[in-house]
């Protein structure tokens, strides 16, 4: 638990975890460190690393090994690298999620926003990753952007047979956000609800979001908030922000800040069945 000192202007004592960072992306190859350092400083006591290709699943496995207790990781792939889901890419996820720091499957799902990956390739490769959640029992880390209809029934064809499920950086619709709730799977909001162009309704929705059902997540080095203040001289986002984004979803709440946090906290530990921190 951390107070305020003349060092790091915290002004919430609580603890954070950000269920979303993208810590193995190359912007942050030059100073992670320092970007690990100044989100223990705002409150940040642990992070899931997302795992979301070939490539940086394996990193982000390895960036939890390094710092056990306080990073985890998931492994999967977004997608937008659907088309690189091979039969290889499966054995090699499947040897990922052998190990204890793999705390979820994914980042997987579908996104028709981008189309990136051809959609019958997206759809493969996100019934590949539910096959592993089916059979190893894992928590889900799921991505759903202009795919909806598609998602559900993907997901609904494994009806029964898959354990819990958070739709991470969730920026749909009211209809799209009970969807998931019905289901009872958990949703991750990010700083898109301090986007005043594009997560206006987000506002409004979050209030609705039971607290055992909620989390958060900055989605760094993506998804900057646009209301930090001072705005910074660049547009990386780092996990330290979670502080920022969890005020702002507070007060959309009607929520004690403390509340929110600890709330989230508590969800999250529960969901991906992580440590008490240290
Ligand atoms: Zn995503």
């Not at 603890?15 to 350092?37: E, P």
């Not at 795992?51 to 390094?66: F, I, T, V, W």
């Not at 690189?84 to 499957?105: F, G, K, W």
């Not at 089916?134 to 880390?141: H, R, V």
């Amino acid at each position: 638990m951390l107070s305020p000192t003349a060092n790091h202007p915290m002004r919430i004592p609580v603890q954070l975890i950000d269920i979303g960072a993208n810590l193995t992306h190359d912007s942050f190859d030059h100073d992670r460190d320092a970007v690990l350092q100044r989100a223990r400083d705002a409150g940040v006591v642990q992070m899931v690393v997302t795992g979301a290709s070939r490539e940086h699943s394996p990193q982000a496995l390895a960036l939890a090994r390094a710092h056990p207790g306080e990073l985890f990781a998931t492994a999967g792939v977004h997608p937008h690298h659907a088309t690189e889901y091979t039969a290889e890419c499966d054995s090699e996820m499947r040897e990922l999620h052998a190990h204890p720091e793999v705390v979820a499957v994914g980042e997987c799902g579908l996104d028709y926003f981008r189309d990136f990956s051809p959609r019958p390739a997206q759809r493969k490769a996100f019934e590949r990753q539910l096959e592993i959640a089916a059979e190893t029992g894992k928590p889900l880390f799921l991505h759903q952007r202009d795919a909806h209809v598609d998602f559900m029934a993907v997901m609904k064809a494994f009806d029964g047979r898959l354990g819990p499920a958070v739709v991470h950086c969730f920026t749909g619709t009211r209809a799209e956000l009970f969807d998931y709730l019905d289901r009872d799977w958990h949703v991750g909001i990010t700083g898109w609800l301090c986007d005043e162009r594009r997560g206006q309704h987000l506002r409004e929705l979050v209030k609705h979001i039971p607290a055992d059902r909620l989390m958060i997540e900055t989605d760094a080095p993506y998804l900057l908030p646009r209301t930090v203040k001072p705005a910074p001289s660049h547009r990386r986002n780092e996990p330290m922000y979670l502080a920022h984004i969890v005020e702002e979803l507070a007060r959309d709440r009607g929520e004690d800040v403390a509340v929110t946090a600890a709330n989230a906290t508590a969800t999250t530990r529960a969901f991906f069945g992580l440590p008490a921190s240290s």
